[in-house]
């Protein structure tokens, strides 16, 4: 008598469980680089360097990026600017100080309190006016009265720190700018992109401010 012998059922393995966020590691790798690096798959341009993910999200991303350099730009230009003058001689000057003190010997006319605003786009005369009396008592800036006006002018001190600052900025900062960076094109398109967007950034303060 012939017994036929049946195997017994083996039920398949099961793999490993599914999370339900499996799904989404592949897009995560796409778009998460190194720290501070988020990369857009659609670009091609490989990781974004950012503050601020978050607002990388949605339409114009790329402003995101761009205000990441302008933050570290700002920063990096007040350090070098207070330190150029430090090395000029004059320690006690913040970076308000030293753009107040640049713009006065501007031209080598005196200038006023809200024209000095205006240029620099200062929204607070206060700070400003702090500076000018600061700059006046360390006797690098004259203020002389017209009128209902105060005219500042830069003294012989004032001209004298300044020239110094100037060649300290030819010794240290100017061998740098080659490459693309030494482009005059390069540099004025650049400056006239930033002032464009001034406009565009206090637009939007004002829109901000009426909510």
């Excluded at 308000?96 to 809200?114: A, M």
């Excluded at 900062?173 to 390069?186: I, K, M």
Aim: proline share 5%.
């Amino acid at each position: 008598m012939l017994v036929s012998k049946i195997s017994p059922k083996v039920a398949p393995k099961a793999g490993p469980k599914a999370s339900p966020k499996a799904g989404r590691a592949p897009i995560l790798a796409a778009t998460r680089g190194a720290a501070g690096a988020t990369a857009s798959p659609a670009s091609g341009r490989g990781p974004r360097i950012l503050s601020s993910a978050h607002l990388a999200e949605g339409p114009a991303s790329e402003l995101s990026e761009f205000e990441f350099g302008l933050i570290v730009a700002h920063n990096a230009f007040t350090r070098w600017a207070t330190r150029c003058m430090a090395a000029a001689g004059m320690p006690e000057l913040a970076i308000t100080d030293v753009l107040v003190l640049h713009h006065v010997r501007h031209r080598d006319r005196p200038k006023k309190l809200s024209d000095i605003c205006f240029t620099l786009n200062y929204e607070d005369t206060h700070v400003v006016s702090y500076a000018l009396r600061k700059l006046v008592g360390l006797g690098l800036l004259d203020s002389t009265r017209q009128g209902k006006e105060v005219l500042y002018a830069t003294t012989d001190a004032g001209r004298a720190l300044v020239d110094r600052y100037r060649e300290l900025r030819g010794v240290c900062l100017l061998p740098a700018v080659t490459g693309d960076l030494g482009d005059t094109r390069t540099l004025a398109d650049t400056a006239q992109l930033l002032r464009a967007l001034s406009g565009m950034y206090d637009q939007a303060a004002r829109a901000a401010a009426s909510l």
